[in-house]
């Protein structure tokens, strides 16, 4: 059966990646448009909350050297892919990689190969930077955002290998931010308490815009890795990718390590959910 993306312009894929960083996979096309968002007038300006200022990971959280998280990656009934998460520590900086990809009969029909690049400081949980290859059929995408704490601004750049296009873009940024990919492991090291909503400033392409953990109930979730007693928690933002990519959940194991064990993402079109198939720490 065809993806569903194949019929509306892909955003299936850029849901993939919300649902990564922000289930949070997370930002590979742009913000899809509902049919009731095209009929309705445009929505009265919202006032964005004020940028918090960044809290650094908590004293004692302690991420593994090294950590392989694979995901198998579901639409409706149907497993369309697969996503793997590698993290490992050098120094002080939590490196993280991530590929998502088609496989099987959707492989073929509309192939894709995506990688992202990221990293935070393990003492304040700023963002060393967020980059992503990109590449969805005949689409092929590469950019890279980069921050310059010191004079307060934020780099984007991106280059269509396709077309041999390229944009570049800078902006202001605080002094401390996360971005898409590594916000998802910065919520580990915080304290996940139902009812609570932890917040933090995300670098979302030369905009900062503040996300909210909001952390709604305990739940038992079931796994090919296993069964988890798990903190369901859901991002929320006034504006942005992680608004414009429908409701987004993260759930973390109720435990220190508070490890994503499922990630989902439902939007107009169908849900689409990340759950662990394996964790590998060598």
């Not at 050297?65 to 579901?74: N, P």
Request: with cysteine; proline share 6%; aromatic share 10%.
């Amino acid at each position: 059966m065809a993806p569903l993306w194949v019929w509306i312009d892909s955003p299936m894929v850029a849901a993939m990646m919300a649902a990564v960083a922000w289930v949070i996979f997370m930002s590979f096309a742009q913000p899809a448009q509902t049919s009731a968002q095209l009929l309705s007038k445009p929505a009265a300006p919202v006032v964005q909350r004020p940028i918090p200022v960044l809290q650094p990971p908590l004293p004692g959280f302690v991420y593994p050297q090294h950590e392989t998280l694979t995901y198998t990656v579901d639409w409706r009934v149907f497993t369309t892919g697969t996503a793997v998460f590698h993290l490992d520590q050098v120094g002080d900086i939590l490196k993280i990689s991530a590929t998502a990809d088609t496989i099987g009969a959707v492989n073929m029909l509309f192939p894709v190969i995506d990688r992202f690049q990221s990293g935070f400081d393990l003492k304040t949980g700023c963002s060393t930077g967020f980059a992503k290859q990109t590449q969805e059929g005949r689409r092929k995408i590469a950019s890279e955002l980069t921050f310059d704490y010191t004079h307060g601004k934020q780099t984007w750049n991106e280059r269509n290998l396709v077309k041999g296009t390229a944009t570049h873009s800078v902006a202001n940024t605080p002094a401390c931010v996360t971005d898409l990919l590594s916000g998802l492991f910065y919520t580990q090291s915080q304290t996940l308490t139902t009812g609570q909503i932890v917040y933090f400033p995300l670098a979302d392409a030369v905009r900062t815009v503040t996300v909210g953990m909001k952390v709604e109930d305990h739940e038992e979730i079931k796994t090919p890795s296993g069964t988890f007693q798990t903190i369901k928690v859901q991002a929320t933002a006034d504006e942005g990718v992680v608004k414009n990519r429908g409701s987004i959940w993260v759930w973390y194991t109720d435990d220190p390590r508070h490890l994503p064990v499922q990630m989902q993402a439902r939007l107009f079109w169908g849900t689409i959910t990340f759950h662990l198939q394996s964790v590998d720490l060598k």
